[in-house]
C-alpha cells in the first residue's frame, strides 16, 4: 500500500508546488517509487520536474474525462523512481464539464486504485482553491500536508482548508487525516518567521514539522531549469531541508 499525501492550502504562493516538486523527488533519492500528480492547472509541477507541459498528449485532464486510461497518463521524468501524472491548462474547464457526472468527487480515486499497488508514494499537489479537483484530490489521499509560508497572514484561509478537510472527512473520506503542517519561506533574521511559528503552534492542534523550509535562492531558481533543488544544487540550504522533510516523511 502506498502512502498517498496531497499538499494543499488554497492559499497560493506558500511553497505548495515547491513541496511538491522536492518532497517527491528527495523521497525518490532515497530510493522510494513515487508518482506526482499535477492537480494544478497551471501545470507548474509538470514544467518544474522537467516535461513540457504544452506538449503533453495524455494529463489528468483526459483521465478525468475519461477520454486516457491512468497507464497512458503516467509519464517518466529524467530522475530515477520519479514519475508524473502531468496536467496543463486543459484541466481548467474540468469543473465545468463534470457538472452532470455521477460520483465526480471520486474520479481520481477509482483511477489511481489501479496503480497504487506500483508506488512507495503518491504525492498530489492541489490547486490554490477549494474546488471540485481538490476533493478528488483529498478523496484519493490518505493524508494532507499543509504548506504554510512564514509570513503575517499566514493563518488566513487554514481555518477554512480544516473546515473542508473534516467536510471531506464526514460525508467522502472517513480515513482522511492530517499528516502535519510544514513552514515555508522561513527566514531567520526575522522575528517575524519565528512569531508565525509560535502563533499557528498556539492555534492549531495538528503535527508540526520539525523542518522548516527557508527562504533560499537557489530554490527559486530550480523549477525554471525544469529540475528539483536536489538536482539543481544538491548542496543548497533548501536541498537540505527538502531532504531532512523527506526523511520525516518516511520515518512517520
Same mark, same amino acid.
Given at each position: 500500500?502506498? +502512502?498517498?499525501?496531497?499538499? *494543499?492550502?488554497?492559499?497560493?504562493?506558500?511553497?505548495?508546488?515547491?513541496?511538491?516538486?522536492?518532497?517527491?523527488?528527495?523521497?525518490? @533519492? *532515497?530510493?522510494?517509487?513515487?508518482?506526482?500528480?499535477?492537480?494544478?492547472?497551471?501545470?507548474?509541477?509538470?514544467?518544474?520536474?522537467? %516535461? /513540457?507541459? /504544452? @506538449?503533453? $498528449?495524455?494529463?489528468?485532464?483526459?483521465?478525468?474525462?475519461? /477520454?486516457?486510461?491512468?497507464?497512458?497518463?503516467?509519464?517518466?521524468?529524467?530522475?530515477?523512481?520519479?514519475?508524473?501524472?502531468?496536467?496543463?491548462?486543459?484541466?481548467?474547464?474540468?469543473?465545468?464539464?463534470?457538472?452532470?457526472?455521477? /460520483?465526480? $468527487?471520486?474520479?481520481?480515486?477509482?483511477?489511481?486504485?489501479?496503480?497504487?499497488?506500483?508506488? !512507495?508514494?503518491?504525492?498530489?499537489?492541489?490547486?490554490?482553491? %477549494?474546488?471540485?479537483?481538490?476533493?478528488?484530490?483529498?478523496?484519493?489521499?490518505? !493524508?494532507?500536508?499543509?504548506?504554510?509560508?512564514?509570513?503575517?497572514?499566514?493563518?488566513?484561509?487554514?481555518?477554512?482548508?480544516?473546515?473542508?478537510?473534516?467536510? #471531506?472527512?464526514? =460525508?467522502?473520506? &472517513?480515513?482522511? #487525516?492530517? @499528516?502535519?503542517?510544514?513552514?515555508?519561506?522561513?527566514?531567520? +533574521?526575522?522575528?517575524?518567521?519565528?512569531?508565525?511559528?509560535?502563533?499557528?503552534?498556539?492555534? #492549531?492542534?495538528? =503535527?508540526?514539522?520539525?523542518?522548516?523550509? &527557508? +527562504?533560499?535562492? =537557489?530554490?527559486? @531558481?530550480? &523549477?525554471?531549469?525544469?529540475?528539483?533543488?536536489?538536482?539543481?544544487? &544538491?548542496?543548497?540550504?533548501?536541498?537540505?531541508?527538502? +531532504?531532512?522533510? *523527506?526523511?520525516? #516523511?518516511?520515518? =512517520?
Amino acid at each position: 500500500m502506498s +502512502r498517498i499525501i496531497a499538499v *494543499a492550502n488554497q492559499k497560493g504562493g506558500v511553497g505548495k508546488t515547491t513541496t511538491a516538486i522536492n518532497l517527491a523527488a528527495c523521497l525518490a @533519492e *532515497a530510493g522510494k517509487k513515487v508518482l506526482v500528480i499535477d492537480l494544478d492547472p497551471q501545470g507548474n509541477t509538470t514544467s518544474g520536474l522537467g %516535461l /513540457d507541459k /504544452d @506538449e503533453m $498528449e495524455n494529463t489528468v485532464y483526459e483521465l478525468i474525462l475519461g /477520454d486516457a486510461s491512468i497507464k497512458e497518463c503516467i509519464h517518466e521524468t529524467e530522475i530515477d523512481n520519479l514519475s508524473v501524472l502531468p496536467s496543463n491548462v486543459n484541466l481548467a474547464g474540468a469543473e465545468i464539464e463534470l457538472l452532470d457526472v455521477e /460520483d465526480k $468527487e471520486f474520479i481520481l480515486k477509482k483511477e489511481i486504485d489501479y496503480v497504487e499497488d506500483d508506488y !512507495s508514494f503518491i504525492i498530489i499537489d492541489c490547486p490554490p482553491s %477549494l474546488n471540485m479537483l481538490t476533493v478528488n484530490a483529498m478523496t484519493t489521499a490518505k !493524508s494532507i500536508l499543509v504548506p504554510i509560508q512564514c509570513e503575517y497572514y499566514a493563518l488566513e484561509g487554514l481555518g477554512q482548508l480544516m473546515h473542508t478537510i473534516n467536510l #471531506v472527512q464526514e =460525508r467522502l473520506n &472517513p480515513d482522511l #487525516v492530517i @499528516e502535519g503542517i510544514v513552514f515555508t519561506m522561513y527566514d531567520m +533574521r526575522t522575528n517575524l518567521s519565528m512569531q508565525v511559528v509560535d502563533n499557528v503552534k498556539a492555534n #492549531v492542534d495538528v =503535527r508540526i514539522y520539525d523542518t522548516v523550509i &527557508p +527562504r533560499n535562492i =537557489r530554490l527559486a @531558481e530550480a &523549477p525554471s531549469h525544469g529540475m528539483p533543488i536536489n538536482i539543481y544544487d &544538491p548542496k543548497s540550504a533548501g536541498a537540505e531541508s527538502y +531532504r531532512q522533510l *523527506a526523511k520525516e #516523511v518516511m520515518d =512517520r
